[in-house]
């Protein structure tokens, strides 16, 4: 084994590409990897078997444009606006707002799934959505310690004294 395939191997990618996350890291590496194994005289097979990928993938690493490849593909219209929502949500805007916001950016999602999308966000990253715009998240937090008590009615009160309901 050449020494030097330790360093190609190990090397990072470098910094004036790396700046941006609109790019698939695992793209990039492999992109970068490629062309140096190229310029070092390997043939496609070998870089195939180096890097665990197809000799295919090589040679459309080695043909095409670069930012074609290594964009990232997005599932849904919206995740490209995921780090916005995390941080308005985390904020305590609400999801109304967070929706006139993304209208504002041209993103084309119905609101049904913007707040479905949003609902997914808030629970995985356990954010406590404001639900109405003169609403803190410190008031949200104060509302979710209450409801953790049973609140009853006067009726319920009622029912329960006189009908032993």
Avoid at 64 to 83: T, V
Avoid at 88 to 114: E, F, H, N
Avoid at 135 to 162: M, Q
Wanted: charged share 30%.
């Amino acid at each position: 084994m050449n020494p030097t395939m330790k360093s190609i191997a190990v090397k990072k990618i470098s910094v004036s590409v790396d700046n941006s996350s609109e790019y698939s890291e695992r793209r990039l590496q492999l992109y970068h990897d490629i062309k140096e194994y190229l310029a070092a005289g390997y043939s496609k097979r070998e870089i195939a078997r180096k890097l665990h990928c197809g000799r295919d993938t090589v040679t459309k690493y080695e043909q095409r444009d670069f930012n074609p490849l290594c964009k990232k593909e997005y599932r849904s219209k919206i995740d490209q606006y995921h780090d916005m929502i995390v941080k308005l949500l985390s904020a305590g805007v609400s999801r109304m707002d967070v929706y006139m916001q993304l209208k504002t950016l041209g993103c084309p999602i119905k609101r049904t799934a913007a707040y479905d999308y949003m609902n997914k966000i808030a629970q995985r990253y356990q954010i406590d959505i404001s639900i109405y715009k003169s609403t803190s998240s410190e008031a949200v937090k104060t509302r979710k310690k209450l409801n953790k008590y049973d609140h009853i009615s006067r009726a319920g009160v009622l029912l329960f004294l006189w009908m032993e309901k």
